[in-house]
């Protein structure tokens, strides 16, 4: 757990009366919370509760009805040029359940593509930086494979490094591990455990609560559509407050 996250710093996210609908259902009710900078967060609740939609938005791949979302001072949904909306992205890295990664290039060059191509990188410093993400999720001897070649947990793990790669301040990641076999989620939870220990600032929705218990800084507990719980992982774990967050836990354990 990251121990230098400080309050009097400005916030790194800041969602105010955040509300998202489709069509006559709203997803978003009203979300008002804020990620400081070197934060993880965990954002945990049932099913349909609207903990996708809500990280969705961060980054503007889900648009929002009203309220506003800023990133390091930035408007994400403010009106502004799609050039400026990419480089806004360009520093939120986004780590989907389903890989995203290109089938018909390599891993190196799935991670080296975005900085050559959005930040005008020299492709030998491209791909050299790649390398070294590459070996820092284990994967350094996959640089000429290509995805349909790994298995579920080293597609993942690409995908973290192809994120990195545009060396974004902010990690946000949508149930990473939901999509693999048991067997390899550890593998990718261990990546992530070394982001958080390094303090990137991460928004994590997963419904591993062993993570959230060993590396968040804080729990968002959502359910139809509000943050109804803010906790240490210690107190949400030991004594959550909502009976639905109560709930929720002892599905769990079961």
């Not at 050299?128 to 298995?151: E, F, H, I, N, T």
């Not at 600032?201 to 218990?213: I, K, L, P």
Request: one cysteine or more; glycine letters at 8%; aromatic letters at 6%.
């Amino acid at each position: 757990m990251n121990a230098s996250v400080s309050s009097q710093t400005p916030p790194m996210i800041k969602l105010s009366d955040v509300r998202k609908s489709y069509g006559h259902f709203e997803v978003l009710k009203g979300i008002d919370a804020e990620v400081a900078r070197g934060e993880v967060v965990v954002i945990c609740g049932p099913s349909g509760s609207g903990k996708s939609t809500l990280i969705r938005t961060v980054n503007r791949l889900e648009e929002i009805a009203s309220g506003s979302i800023t990133c390091e001072g930035n408007d994400i949904h403010g009106t502004m040029p799609a050039k400026e909306l990419n480089r806004l992205r360009s520093r939120i890295g986004f780590v989907f359940q389903s890989f995203n990664l290109f089938p018909h290039l390599s891993v190196l060059d799935n991670i080296a593509m975005s900085p050559i191509r959005v930040k005008g990188v020299a492709r030998a410093v491209a791909n050299d930086k790649a390398m070294r993400l590459l070996d820092r999720v284990g994967l350094a001897d996959k640089a000429g494979s290509y995805p349909g070649q790994l298995s579920g947990g080293q597609q993942q793990r690409v995908a973290i490094a192809r994120a990195l790669a545009m060396e974004p301040p902010v990690m946000l990641f949508d149930e990473p591990t939901s999509a693999l076999d048991p067997e390899m989620v550890g593998e990718v939870l261990a990546v992530m455990k070394s982001l958080a220990a390094d303090g990137m600032t991460m928004m994590c929705v997963t419904h591993e609560m062993g993570f959230a218990r060993d590396v968040a800084d804080r729990v968002w507990f959502i359910d139809d559509g509000q943050i109804i719980e803010t906790a240490t992982p210690e107190a949400f774990f030991s004594n959550p407050q909502h009976a639905r967050a109560k709930r929720f836990l002892a599905d769990l354990r079961h």
